[in-house]
């Protein structure tokens, strides 16, 4: 263990005794897995794992919780949380730093331009919709291996990796360089995959499309899967937040303006649990179509799956909602489902299974106000146009706020030469200023995160940690405990900080021919998931891998 992660550990309060000492890694039983799963909850914060647990039904969560080795401390240990930087940590065992997803979107250094996470113009989807390079269409921009990547280069590629997800971001940062993802399309509710990895889709994959599966959800009626007493300490849903279906309060249902089955309809799944049975049904035909943990004997594959549609009621209604709730509920049930299925076709005493997500989730901040808690909402728009009069006044030169994608602001350092002042004295400048305004608990320049001058807080070290010198921006913002920048137009919530409430996400490994089932309170992160993963496969850890394996687990 690292004195980096003692430093760490401190700050945050956690126990830090066994701090240096040096953990000898286990020898991985004989025999490996067949089948590695890793499943992934899209803004599943550990905190409603523990809060509903024993509403779990049997196979799902609850088998998790029971079989499986489950850390209550485990965290997406990097302060900018989005989902992009999460899935890409998850199997390469880096941070943000490293494997080079800084955001979903980010702004170019060179050109000024917003680039998203997973955008590449010489790629596009197959047999699908027109769709812009900006939807996403290769792993580009993914500066690392994953353990999927090392897999295939360790087996002379027989190992296959497959990855499906609601989001394209979700699929192409867990597949990697060398696997393949498949995307739901929001225009026709296929899933589609991309010709970087193939020039057509596979005979299984196209005869799972012309099923139609998510036409089968048109009008079909989200109602409470539990008794309503199981819902009373949750809070009823805001009407003032984006609508999740046709209704902002149970029961919620799905069609489009036109009567027909449209775009609309089909953009309305993602917002539902329907969206993550299409997903696992997708993830199914995978395992049956490509032969999923049917290697030779030493061969194991991969199969990522993320879900995706937990985020968007989490965004819309808050963590602490019925609906959030009851979606939670619904994933356990599919879960059960899917491991069940599992079963029969490999055997799960032939699988791996990895649960986590990629980041978790603050309530609304109206909901934390109300509970004094101090949750607001911060103007950064307002914020930032502030500040560039301020520097206009100090420094007599218009607009040296570049451009902001917050929490990271650029700064027009052509500008600052052109007119030969000093830039690390207008960073100063533009953090104290940012410093005052109601809301901002710290901010950190590029002249501090160059010489690594951020340590001192928590904060300070996941920011370090989330920044890149050749992609990030020259300020970043950290608001203040339960504050969100301003998100959306009617309210809801949105994750993205330092705080445990972003980081803090559930960790769950089961294998019981490899992992010792038990309740690990010991902080763990994220990143720890690949190199634990390549010692039990006995693979090379990806290239860029921070993380250490997790020897108090494995049999």
Known sequence: MTLHRCLLLSLTALACVASLEV???????????????????DGLPQEQVSRYRNQFGQGGLRRLLDEGASFSSAHQAHGITYTAVGHAAILTGAYPNQHGIIANEWIDA????????????????LNDEARTPKDGTSPARLRVSTLGDEMRYASGNRAKVVAVSGKDRGAILLAGKTGTAYMYMEKSGNFASSDYYMKAHPAWATEFTATKPQDRYYAKRWQKLLAETAYEHDEHDDPRSPRVG??????????????????????????SPFLDELTLDFARAAVVGENLGKNPAGVADLLGVSLSAHDYVNHAFGPESQLSHDHLQRVDRMLAGFFGFLDKQVGMDNVLVVFTSDHGFP?????????KLGGQRLDGDLMLDELNKALAAQFKAEKLVKKSMLPTVMLD??????????????????????LKWDGVSEVFTRSQLERGETSGTHAGILMQRAWHRQLSGDLIVVQKPNWIFKYGKNGGT??????????????????????????YGDYTEVVDIAPTLAHLLRVRKPSAAFGRVLTEVLR
């Open 246 to 271: 046709t209704d902002a309060t149970f029961p919620a249902s799905y069609s489009s303006v036109s009567g027909g089955f449209e775009p609309d309809y089909y953009q309305a799944l993602k917002k």
């Open 363 to 371: 309530n609304i901040p109206d909901f934390s106000h109300a509970r």
């Open 23 to 41: 953990h000898a890694a286990k020898p991985a039983p004989a025999g490996g897995p067949k089948l590695v799963v890793v499943l992934v909850v």
């Open 494 to 519: 949105t994750h993205g900080s330092p705080y445990s409430y972003d980081t803090n996400v559930p960790l769950m490994i089961m294998g019981k021919r490899w992992i010792k089932p038990g309740y």
């Open 413 to 434: 350092y052509d500008l600052v030469e052109a007119r030969g002042l000093n830039r690390e004295e207008i960073e100063t400048f533009a953090a104290r200023f940012i």
């Open 110 to 125: 060179k050109t000024g331009a917003e680039v998203y996470c997973t955008d590449d113009i010489n790629h596009r989807y």
